[in-house]
Nanobody, 124 residues
Framework: QVQLVESGGGLVQAGGSLRLSCAASGRTFSIYDMAWFRQAPGKEREFVAFITWSGGSTYYADSVKGRFTISRDNAKNTVYLQMNSLKPEDTAVYYC?????????????????WGQGTQVTVSS
């Protein structure tokens, strides 16, 4: 079992930056692939970014590529999402998720553990 707790959300103006953190506890963090998803009101939860267990590979949704960066510190059991050049359409609840390494990474159904989410609001 892995427990995930997100932090770092808040209200920011368009063009600004935020860094989200996701702290993990429980089983060995370093064996899990990690991802960030987000869910805006009235919309499905969507993939944002992914990082492999080793940190060796990262993948992004087209909508955030070049603006967001996912990283992890296995010594601190933490994964991060640096968000720059934020837009109003980035407004959502952001969730981190963990899974044992396997196939496709974009589907929420592939993840075993989820945090409670942190709200990000970008004003225009």
């Amino acid at each position: 079992q892995v427990q995930l707790v997100e932090s770092g959300g808040g209200l920011v103006q368009a063009g600004g930056s935020l860094r989200l953190s996701c702290a993990a506890s429980g089983r060995t963090f370093s064996i899990y692939d990690m991802a960030w998803f987000r869910q805006a009101p009235g919309k499905e939860r969507e993939f944002v970014a992914f990082i492999t267990w080793s940190g060796g590979s990262t993948y992004y949704a087209d909508s955030v590529k070049g603006r967001f960066t996912i990283s992890r510190d296995n010594a601190k059991n933490t994964v991060y999402l640096q968000m720059n050049s934020l837009k109003p359409e980035d407004t959502a609840v952001y969730y981190c998720a963990a899974r044992n390494p396997r196939g496709t990474y974009r589907s929420r159904n592939e993840y075993d553990y989820w945090g409670q989410g942190t709200q990000v609001t970008v004003s225009s």
